[in-house]
């Protein structure tokens, strides 16, 4: 299981890539493991305003459906649409092109109460 | 993502075998089973176009033997056990007074005075409690042989070439719902033509010191037809298409196996039998009992248990099993609907408080292949 330390990461299973006044986000590789075979992503259009903490979409696996949670408070910049076509590639690259949206945040300090790859590889070893 | 007690759980003799093969393993009816190995889609596909391997060790057997094992079979169960030979399976229900289904399952006749009945894992202690219950005034011996029987399924277009090099009998003149006992390289065996999964197929009965040993020679010859060990998600998929019920799903403890479309294994004129008055009342309520339908979405989502049926706003049933069909890539859904039941008939799904459109549609939603 891939978990990248550049990233950091939610409870929920997202991960965050921050980049300016930008964050790239979508489920981690444990997650998608977990999940199984990715068949939806249903993710809100561009121009939606996220609220932290809140879910805001759903993947929808053969198995499951799950709720994805914002990790960040802000603004839909981006959104995926190779999903819509290809949503296997959140199971193949969930963290290349397996992303799902990006936003412009609007809080000074984004990173607040995300966790650090290793606080995150913590938490999934508890889960296995 | 939920964190699972494992060491309570009943395993099979392939467990190791299943994490060497990359399974990913969940608790299902009291076992440690494995859902998936490469995932579910791949799976599937796989059983469709190719040949599957699955462990359904947890599958329960019930031996019935004696005298008077006929004439109990024909009062504890709905199917007409008349016209069953030496070798042949029949599927049937199990119904309590009430007509409610203790179980369905599979006969196995050997002769007149012997056989057994496949039945599912979670209900297996129920059902030998139930079977020895009603088995007092009839002169028969029951025995739950569960632990000293493992099973494999072998399904698929290519499961008939995988296995007839490795068996002594010949599978051509196997016919579908039949079984012979036979040797797969030296390992008895109740080699049955059936499966849970519309391709064609065989269902293997071998003790369970056996068993790792015969799932690795199958592996390996099924190889260059490529073959995949296959996990309970891809079982329930492939079920799904083909319209089968799941206890617990279709069919329970209530009185109302008719709706189900399962009028076809009760046969009220073979005379008495456990449940019979209350399904023949059923049976004459025939217009106000709801319908279990085949509803494929006509838009983006997939259906899942309990999830609302209405029509033009007003609820008219619900989604007994749903998943996305690998084969025909969109949603579907065994589902209950009270009217509103004809082929071509528009219906919506509540998925999350959207309304997605679906038609009712003939089961099963993929052609079934299986050697009739």
Known sequence: MEIPNDLHYTIEHEWVRMKNNRATFGISDFAQGQLGDVVFVEIPAEGTELTKGSPFGVVESVKTVSDIYAPVTGKVVK?????????????????????????????????????????????????? | MVQNNTKDLKVTPLLDLHKELGAKLVPFAGWNMPIQFSGVLNEHICVREKVGLFDVSHMGEIEVKGKGAKKFLQFLLSNNMEKMLDGSVLYSLMCYENGGVVDDLLVYQFSENHYFLCVNASNSTKDYAWVEKQASSFNVNIKNISNETSQLALQGPFAKSVLQDLCDISLNELPYYNF??????????????????????????????????????IMDQGLPYGIQPIGLGARDTLRIEMGYPLYGNEIDDNPTPLDAGLGWVIKFDKGEFLGRESLLKQKEKKGQRQKLVGLKLLARGVPRAHYQISKNGKPVGEVASGTFSPTLKTGIGLCYVTNESEIGNHLDVKIRDQLVPAEVVKLPFVPSRVKK
């Open chain 1, 79 to 128: 959104v995926n649409k190779d999903l819509e076509s290809q949503p296997e590639l959140v199971n193949s690259d969930p963290y290349g092109q397996g992303w799902m949206i990006e936003i412009e945040f609007s809080n000074s300090n984004p990173e607040q109460n995300l966790l650090s790859a290793a606080q995150y590889r913590e938490q999934c070893k508890d889960q296995e």
């Open chain 2, 180 to 217: 012979r006992k036979g040797r797969i390289n030296n390992v008895e065996s109740i080699i049955s033509r059936t499966g849970y999964t519309g391709e064609d197929g065989f269902e293997l009965y071998l003790s369970p010191e056996k068993v790792s040993e015969v799932f690795r020679l």
